[in-house]
């Protein structure tokens, strides 16, 4: 009977280590596990005036660099980590990241730049993003860097006590608002009215259709007549061609982002590109 009894302990153990070790990692585990090891980088896409297409500014958009499956897209993420809350520490991370990058090399970055983070609507309600913020810009020299904080119009921000007193609070360090994806939410005049916001992202599914559909067109134009009547700045996002750029300059479209101004890169690429444009305008100083 001992020998029995032994026998399916040692079965009942094997059962439960086996049980262990296989089972799949839960999301929210793997996401943890990424954010200790550090493994979400920031990647910035330039933001160009419309007059001249000069660089002034860039947006930084999140990638997992996943030591299997390498580069993951956010979509693919940053669902789950919205709702386990981790999206708050994963943003401060990335936003560490890219003041360590650029405040590095900081001679480099023009006067005036613009840099922009997405950020959740639960992060709205956490006051730590204030400190976040200051200890963002203390990379940079005074004014140097413009500070722009994008919420998605997809997410339902609610303008409670809380938030409000946090924007109030990012408005008087100067932190500029931006809404994301405008035009494809729920409550887009609401939020205008609510918050002070400064700049006006058109989605990007609506300057795609410019030039073959209509009604594409006729929303882009409203958007912009909207926005320059409240006095906010205008961005069109997801700008791939010659001819959308010329329609939306035609309109007086403040900035422009897309693949044909330039890809997402990793940030210390981009602080290459920024030396080397640096550079080349030194050459053509010193040349006359
Ligand atoms: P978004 O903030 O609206 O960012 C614009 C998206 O459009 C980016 O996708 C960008 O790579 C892509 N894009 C830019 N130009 C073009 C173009 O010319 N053509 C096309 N087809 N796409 C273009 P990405 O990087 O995959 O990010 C997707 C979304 O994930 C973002 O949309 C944003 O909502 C979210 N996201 C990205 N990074 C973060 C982050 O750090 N925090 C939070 N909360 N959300 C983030
Ligand atoms: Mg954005
Ligand atoms: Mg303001
Ligand atoms: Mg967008």
């Not at 067109?217 to 010329?246: F, P």
């Not at 897309?258 to 080349?280: K, N, S």
Request: charged content about 20%; aromatic content about 8%.
């Amino acid at each position: 009977f001992g020998l029995w009894l032994l026998l399916g302990l040692s079965l009942t153990f094997a059962l439960l280590i086996w049980w262990l070790l296989g089972r799949p990692r839960s999301p929210n585990s793997e996401l943890a596990r990424a954010l200790q090891a550090r493994e979400f980088v920031p990647f910035l896409q330039p933001l160009v005036a419309t007059d001249d297409e000069g660089i002034m500014g860039a947006e930084v958009l999140m990638r997992w660099q996943h030591p299997d499956e390498g580069l993951i897209r956010p979509d693919l993420f940053i669902p789950q980590a919205e709702a386990s809350g981790l999206i708050i520490p994963m943003t401060t991370l990335i936003m560490e990241e890219v003041a360590k990058e650029l405040g590095m090399q900081r001679a480099l970055v023009p006067h005036g730049f613009h840099i922009s983070f997405n950020i959740s609507a639960a992060h709205c309600r956490d006051m730590a993003l204030l400190d976040e913020c200051r200890r963002f810009l203390v990379h940079f020299a005074p004014g140097q860097i413009v500070l722009v904080l994008e919420l998605t119009e997809r997410e339902l921000l609610v303008a409670d006590p809380q938030t409000l007193s946090l924007f109030s609070q990012l408005d008087e360090m100067g932190v500029r608002l931006a809404i994301d994806d405008f035009g494809t939410g729920h409550a887009s005049l609401l939020y205008l009215q609510q918050f002070h916001v400064d700049y006006l992202k058109i989605d990007q599914s609506f300057i795609r259709r410019i030039g073959t559909e209509s009604l594409s067109e006729h929303i882009v134009d409203n958007v912009i007549d909207l926005g320059t009547r409240l006095g906010l700045s205008l961005v069109a996002e997801g700008v791939e061609t010659v001819e959308q750029a010329r329609y939306l300059k035609g309109k007086g479209v403040d900035y422009l982002q897309g693949y044909l101004f330039g890809r997402p890169i990793p940030v210390r690429q981009f602080r290459d590109e920024l030396q080397q444009r640096a550079m080349a305008n030194a050459v053509q100083v010193v040349n006359g």
